[in-house]
């Protein structure tokens, strides 16, 4: 199966700050989501971006498939960015699992 | 649109004790469906999948078991809880369409005591 690598493993940004997230993954994928975990433990989906460059708000996330990374930005960030953020991928050729890294835990102060 | 439900939402049990978790999908049929473990402050492991009823692929050897009763309905049980079985249950489901894109319900947090 794929493996799928996340860095930094742990961030923390004053409230404004920018900061990018980086997901690594060792094979052809043909499904790369990003997920946010807010502290209630609730997983949230955040953008199905096997390639090219996804915007929503103050987040946006890129995955150049040939190279086998996505980047997560996210701009002036605010306390409520704070959590954990994961990326996974389905490896092409199946169809029923999500191989997740082990994410990047950002806490945002102010 | 599409929901997914999970109950209990918390539970505290003693060792020994069996174990019942329900997972319900709304809004769709034919899901994939998944149960994923997290322990505190870790990543996912994902414990069992199926890809229609009664057909359940198990990921891991443990003391948990899984059964797919209805298309949208998702159980992940055990007869005796150990202590290693605490952790934030979470079952997810993918609508197997072109993307295969995966979605989480809210989670069960399990205590084992």
């Known amino acids: 199966g794929i493996q799928v690598e996340q860095s930094p493993p742990d961030l923390i940004l004053q409230e404004g700050a920018n900061s990018t997230l980086r997901c690594n993954f060792s094979?052809?994928?043909?499904?790369l989501q990003w997920f946010h975990q807010n502290p209630w433990g609730q997983l949230i989906n955040l953008f199905y971006?096997?390639?090219g460059t996804k915007q929503n708000g103050r987040l946006s996330a890129t995955t150049v498939a040939t190279e086998r990374y996505s980047l997560l930005y996210i701009s002036s960030s605010q306390t409520t960015d704070s959590g954990v953020y994961f990326c996974?991928?389905?490896?092409?050729?199946?169809?029923?699992?999500?191989?997740f890294g082990t994410g990047t835990r950002l806490q945002v102060t102010l | 649109s599409q929901t997914i439900h999970q109950w209990p939402a918390t539970l505290v049990q003693p060792v020994g004790s069996p174990l019942s978790l329900e997972c319900t999908v709304e809004g769709t049929s034919n899901p994939n469906l998944y149960w994923y473990r997290q322990a505190a402050g870790r990543g996912l492991q994902l414990l069992f999948y199926s890809v229609g009823i009664g057909q359940i692929s198990s990921e891991v050897p443990q003391n948990l078991s899984a059964s797919r009763p209805q298309d949208r309905q998702f159980i992940l049980s055990s007869k005796k809880l150990l202590l290693s079985d605490s952790g934030f249950y979470l079952c997810a489901w993918i609508k197997r369409d072109i993307t295969y894109e995966q979605y989480f319900g809210p989670g069960t947090r399990l205590t084992v005591t």
């Open positions: 094979d052809s994928v043909n499904n």
């Open positions: 971006i096997p390639s």
């Open positions: 996974a991928g389905l490896e092409a050729g199946t169809a029923s699992k999500l191989t």
